[in-house]
């Protein structure tokens, strides 16, 4: 009798380890997403970030803030060529 016990939970411990790995296989593609569409396509990486990515919410607002001011820089700030 404490052999299955002993057997069940090994089995649970092994499965809780295997949705542990999953999660972090998971977590970490849906980071390289989220980091690629940030350099490549910025507000589409910006809504990719707010709605999937499990980064903390004040990193959300520094990485958004961050990248506001970097587009306001290139708008505002950087001068026109005129050809």
Avoid: Q
Avoid at 18 to 28: F, I
């Amino acid at each position: 009798m404490e052999n299955e016990k002993e057997l069940k939970n090994k089995e649970e411990i092994e499965e809780r380890g295997s949705k542990r790995k999953d999660e972090r296989k998971r977590n970490m593609i849906i980071t390289i997403v989220t980091i690629t569409f940030l350099l490549f396509i910025t507000p589409m990486g910006l809504l990719v970030m707010w709605l999937f990515s499990n980064w903390r919410t004040p990193t959300k607002i520094i990485v958004t803030i961050a990248f506001i001011l970097l587009m306001m820089f290139v708008y505002f700030i950087m001068p026109t060529t005129n050809l």
